[in-house]
């Protein structure tokens, strides 16, 4: 019994200590003031899976990433970036974009930005964007995401402390004359 009232008692301050993942939007970039290397020191996570799907071209086409499915007879190469996975700024293409990789390589990169339909968090950027999905450019290439992956964004870890002065005495008590 007594250990169950202790771990009753320690999970939730273990819990608060440590840093949480919460969205990375346009006010937390603006209120902190970061620059590109600032953001090269951030690790950035997805909030949820993104799937990113192309019609793979027959003839000497190679495939070096990802899975190969038939769909409906096609031939259909498929990137799955699971959710928390870990991704990196790379650099920022304009004004209120990020490229973020979540491979190794440079080359294969996302671009995210603020979105005011959901509060300014930087979700995934396209082309094309209908209630089905999009269209997004990964290693040099057009990809397909479906509609619900349009709304992946970006979440950083978060470790808030509280900052307080405290100005503490301690009374010396005090006696009848």
Known sequence: MKKLLYLT???????????????????????????????????????????????????????????????????????????????????????????????????LFLIFGPNPRTGNRYTLRGSEWNRSGGKVTYAGQEWFVGGGDALAFLRVAIKRQRNRDVNSRVAGGRKID
């Open 9 to 107: 008692l320690i999970i939730p301050f273990l819990t608060a200590c440590g840093p949480r993942l919460s969205p990375y939007t346009q006010r937390l970039y603006e209120d902190q003031g970061w620059n590109e290397n600032d953001l090269r020191r951030i690790q950035f996570y997805l909030s949820e899976d993104l799937v990113l799907s192309r019609e793979a071209r027959g003839g000497s086409s190679t495939i070096t990433r990802g899975q190969i499915k038939i769909v409906d007879g096609r031939e259909v190469e498929q990137v799955v970036i699971k959710r928390n996975t870990p991704g990196v700024f790379l650099f920022s293409p304009r004004e209120n974009r990020m490229a973020v990789s979540f491979e190794s390589s440079d080359d």
